[in-house]
């Protein structure tokens, strides 16, 4: 499936997201009760306090500390070129990634794995909150389905089924695509982000997100993988 698109019009992307703050005691009173609120049927049985690790997958509570894209190149052997925009202040990293996404022809369609549920909207819920201007390929409201340049792996899989979530770990296992062992996972960010201090290894680790991904869709469309020589970090 997917021959109808041309690779090269196509960027992938996957975010890294973290509390706003480095621990629960550190948060404004006001929003300590509506974290409360929010939260109280994912926390279950746990405090806001205990369960505050968790409030990066919010817009609302989290911040976005690295936005990884990848590009297919095309050529005899085909490519990829991946790019990350990252930093402590998430206004200059989001308007960075605007600026870029602006210069990209209006054909552009924006990809990502779960990237309708949480990373394009997330995207667009914190430059709103910042106060940066939209790209075009953000610019959704009002378009019909059809008219939205946005795909999504994992939606892709789903072929029409809301009840399952499947993760992009699994279904790079099953289509025996090589992944590097990392040492951390998703729910170790945050920690890694604001105990740790490393933002360049969280970096890696949203690359080689965008990397799994493209190689998914290169195995959707039945294609052969892209060699490793042939993915450039810039």
Wanted: with cysteine; proline share 5%; charged share 25%.
């Amino acid at each position: 499936m997917l021959e109808q698109y041309d690779l090269g019009n196509l960027m992938v992307l996957d975010i890294e997201t973290v509390p706003q703050y480095s621990n629960y005691d550190e948060v404004p009173d006001n929003l300590q009760e509506l974290w409360a609120h929010k939260s109280q049927y994912q926390r279950k049985d746990e405090t806001p306090k205990e369960f505050y690790e968790s409030a990066g997958i919010w817009a609302e509570f989290g911040k976005i500390i690295c936005i990884s894209v990848g590009i297919f190149l095309n050529g005899k052997r085909a490519g990829l070129r991946v790019k990350s925009f990252a930093g402590h202040e998430e206004k200059e990293l989001l308007e960075d990634f605007s600026k870029m996404l602006s210069g990209q022809p209006l054909s552009m369609i924006l990809c990502a794995h779960n990237g309708k549920e949480f990373d394009l909207p997330y995207i667009c819920r914190r430059m709103l909150i910042n106060g940066v201007q939209f790209p075009p390929h953000l610019q959704i409201q009002g378009k019909k389905p059809w008219e939205i340049p946005h795909l999504d792996t994992m939606e892709l899989w789903k072929f029409g089924d809301y009840k399952n979530y499947t993760s992009l770990s699994l279904l790079t296992a099953i289509f025996n695509i090589p992944t590097s062992k990392d040492d951390i996972d998703g729910s170790q960010v945050g920690h890694v982000y604001w105990v740790e201090d490393d933002l360049p290894r969280i970096c890696t680790y949203c690359q080689k997100d965008v990397i799994a991904t493209a190689q998914l869709i290169r195995r959707y469309r039945g294609e052969a993988l892209i060699e490793e020589e042939c993915i450039t970090i810039v």
